[in-house]
């Protein structure tokens, strides 16, 4: 609790001024139960896994990343083609991806990814952080947001259920909650490869493709 409660203090006080209303208005979600809507079919389809990969595939990655980070938007926009061709689509690598949102404008950009239908979350992902500028520095990124959600089908209206979902958006940040509890996650991008070890930084594919190989499958 003491690691969320200092995020929320950076966030209020070192975020860009423009959106410092709409991150007060979800600071609360990191003081609530997180539990109480576990069985909701929404929350259900946000929390489930978004992998790709072959499940018998010897080296499990799970990265932990935020759509606001830059960091994450230049390894999947430089390095994240090599990774899929070749790592992913030749059978070595399961590769999950989880929100782990360090600002309010990154929560509400994993909601709608993830919201999506599942063979949208990825084209989504790879949307959000090829043109992160367009909508994450955007004096109103929700109003940006929604025109990225139109081009992947979803209504004006779906948008804002979406954005105004109080447990699908609790649901995401405990999924934030539990990468820090089990994993001491506090950076992004972050890798867990085979559950074990970690990785953290815009990693070059080489650099990745080393760090990967160098662990015990």
Same mark, same amino acid.
């Given at each position: 609790?003491?690691? +969320?409660?200092?995020?929320?203090?950076?966030?209020?006080? %070192?975020?860009?001024?423009?959106?410092?209303? &709409?991150?007060?208005?979800?600071?609360?979600?990191?003081?609530?139960? #997180? @539990?109480? %809507?576990?069985?909701?079919?929404?929350?259900?389809?946000?929390? @489930?896994?978004?992998? &790709?990969?072959?499940?018998?595939?010897?080296?499990?990655?799970?990265?932990? $990343? @935020?759509?606001?980070?830059? %960091?994450?938007?230049? $390894?999947?926009?430089?390095? $994240?083609?090599?990774?899929?061709?070749?790592?992913?689509?030749?059978?070595?690598?399961?590769?999950?991806?989880?929100?782990?949102? &360090?600002?309010?404008?990154?929560?509400?950009? %994993?909601?709608?990814?993830?919201?999506?239908?599942?063979?949208?979350?990825?084209?989504?992902?790879?949307? &959000?952080?090829?043109? +992160?500028?367009?909508?994450?520095?955007?004096?109103?990124?929700?109003?940006?947001?929604?025109?990225?959600?139109?081009?992947?089908?979803? @209504?004006?209206?779906? $948008?804002?259920?979406?954005?105004?979902?109080?447990?699908?958006?609790?649901? +995401?940040?405990?999924?934030?909650?539990?990468?820090?509890?089990?994993?001491?996650?506090?950076?992004?991008?972050?890798?867990?490869?085979?559950?074990?070890?970690?990785?953290?930084?815009? #990693?070059?594919?080489?650099?990745?493709?080393?760090?990967?190989?160098?662990?015990?499958?």
């Amino acid at each position: 609790m003491t690691e +969320i409660k200092s995020m929320i203090k950076n966030l209020l006080f %070192h975020d860009h001024p423009s959106r410092r209303a &709409l991150l007060l208005g979800v600071a609360s979600l990191f003081f609530m139960p #997180l @539990s109480a %809507h576990a069985a909701d079919p929404l929350v259900l389809h946000v929390t @489930s896994p978004r992998i &790709l990969g072959k499940a018998d595939a010897p080296i499990k990655v799970i990265e932990l $990343f @935020s759509m606001t980070c830059s %960091h994450c938007a230049s $390894f999947h926009n430089n390095t $994240f083609p090599d990774v899929k061709k070749r790592l992913i689509d030749t059978g070595m690598v399961r590769f999950e991806m989880q929100p782990f949102p &360090l600002d309010q404008v990154a929560l509400r950009a %994993h909601a709608l990814a993830r919201a999506l239908p599942q063979n949208k979350y990825f084209p989504m992902v790879s949307m &959000l952080l090829k043109d +992160i500028d367009r909508w994450a520095r955007n004096p109103d990124p929700l109003a940006a947001l929604l025109q990225m959600a139109r081009l992947a089908g979803m @209504s004006g209206a779906e $948008f804002d259920a979406v954005m105004n979902n109080r447990p699908l958006l609790e649901a +995401i940040v405990a999924m934030r909650q539990d990468a820090n509890r089990t994993w001491q996650i506090e950076a992004t991008p972050s890798f867990v490869i085979n559950d074990k070890t970690i990785l953290s930084g815009d #990693l070059s594919y080489e650099e990745f493709a080393s760090k990967i190989n160098a662990t015990d499958t």
